[in-house]
């Protein structure tokens, strides 16, 4: 218990009196090395029960295994209708709703590092916590901003200046946060305020991060949002389907209720989902085109011609597989082709972002990051996934989709000094008459 204390970790009932001892113990009597094998969370609180009590009422006559199954799945059911509203409400508050999430992610894993290290009499944490949360979303949604609207951001001479200023600005207000923080170190917290300050920014990293990632996404075309989300949830569900039903084999230590029945039945049926939702959200341009900002109406529009992505074709079947269903040919959208490789990351990769956020509840000794949804937990019980497909999805696009965009260079070229442009356009028809694709006939034209 000695030890315990000398973290800094001490029991919910320690006198008033013992916590000047305490800190004193963590600086002059423990180093890192010696502490690094006897970190011990907080005990965690007591459960509560925080079903509806319309819910408590109506299954009152039911197990506990199956009163939690029919809880989860009534909020399930209500989680994706209202997954299907935002869709209908427009990219916009899809971004919307991506900000609140990732800032009530944050607000969970900084409470979480507050109650367990005891961090009450530590000076400013919380408030720097949160500016550093402001300070990375200024950076990263700044630079989104720049690149995504930069014909509105070169119009209006205040955000011409904030842009061309964004990093300096964006280094000066974390530089701030950083003084801020030195200048609150106290003796006897030394050690304890430098783990929260490293707490803070792995925070930052993982949710901020991968939500900037997911707007990226989402600028792509928001079939590229839609359904690498939904290949994450439906596997969350038929995997725990499978397992409820046919579970009997452990996967992992880390998840005891995991099972490889319900490993192997959420991967077939993710990939066959995933086929399907491509199938049919392909056929509409809302869906397959990218997210764009329209300066004449000063509005976000989702209309083009679709890309080859997006087209029927006509795929021969393998002999193998001919023998077996007696088809020689398929017609099918070639996105469907990457939906596999992304439903497989959802099935295969993507649980381990779930194991991950298991053993990090185990290692603080606490059920769920929080009570928002009952029958779930906290809001990052439900996205510990969807962070990490959010970054395969933009590794994906990047790597085997996107090309060059003639749009926003032309934009660039626009922003040039006239005699930049002309040194830009003499050097173009210079290189496209030498490759023949320009002719002495079109030049005189």
Not at 15 to 35: N, R
Not at 230 to 254: E, H, Q
């Amino acid at each position: 218990m000695t030890e315990l204390r000398q973290r800094g970790v001490r029991e919910p009932d320690a006198p008033p009196e013992d916590k000047e001892s305490e800190s004193e113990a963590k600086i002059d009597g423990e180093t890192a090395s010696d502490s690094e094998g006897r970190t011990e969370p907080a005990p965690p609180s007591t459960s509560i029960d925080d079903t509806p009590e319309v819910l408590n009422r109506a299954l009152s006559n039911l197990s506990s295994r199956w009163k939690n199954w029919w809880v989860r799945g009534i909020l399930t059911l209500a989680m994706i209708a209202f997954f299907f509203i935002i869709i209908y409400l427009g990219p916009m508050v899809l971004m919307m709703i991506v900000m609140c999430v990732q800032i009530k992610c944050f607000h969970e894993i900084i409470t979480i590092g507050y109650n367990v290290y005891h961090s009450y009499d530590l000076p400013w944490f919380r408030t720097l916590s949160w500016y550093f949360l402001l300070c990375v979303n200024y950076f990263f949604y700044g630079e989104t901003v720049t690149d995504y609207f930069f014909t509105l951001v070169q119009r209006e001479e205040p955000l011409r200046i904030l842009s061309k200023y964004h990093r300096f600005i964006s280094f000066t207000l974390y530089l701030t946060g950083f003084c801020m923080f030195v200048l609150s170190l106290v003796k006897k917290h030394y050690r304890l305020q430098f783990y929260m300050f490293g707490w803070t920014h792995v925070t930052l990293l993982i949710v901020v991060t991968q939500s900037h990632l997911v707007i990226h996404n989402l600028f792509e075309g928001m079939i590229w949002f839609i359904v690498p989300i939904s290949c994450v949830i439906c596997n969350d569900i038929m995997a725990y389907m499978f397992g409820f039903f046919f579970g009997r084999t452990p996967l992992i230590k880390l998840s005891p209720k995991k099972t490889w029945e319900g490993f192997i039945g959420g991967f077939f049926a993710t990939v066959v989902f995933g086929l399907l939702l491509s199938y049919v959200m392909s056929g509409y341009r809302c869906f397959v085109c990218p997210v764009e900002y329209n300066n004449d109406t000063n509005s976000f529009t989702v209309d083009c011609e679709p890309s080859d992505l997006f087209r029927l074709q006509e795929y021969n079947i393998p002999g193998v597989i001919q023998s077996v269903i007696g088809w020689k040919t398929v017609r099918m959208y070639p996105f469907q082709i990457h939906s596999i490789a992304l439903s497989t990351f959802a099935s295969l990769i993507g649980p381990f972002g779930g194991f991950f956020a298991s053993g990090f509840k185990r290692a603080f000794k606490i059920k769920d990051f929080a009570n928002t949804i009952p029958g779930h937990g906290g809001i990052m019980d439900r996205f510990d996934c969807q962070y990490l497909m959010a970054t395969f999805v933009n590794v994906y696009i990047a790597s085997f989709i996107r090309g060059p965009n003639p749009s926003k260079l032309i934009q660039q070229f626009l922003t040039l000094r006239p005699d930049q442009q002309l040194h830009i356009f003499n050097t173009l028809k210079s290189h496209l008459t030498d490759k023949g694709i320009l002719t002495a006939t079109t030049e005189d034209e």
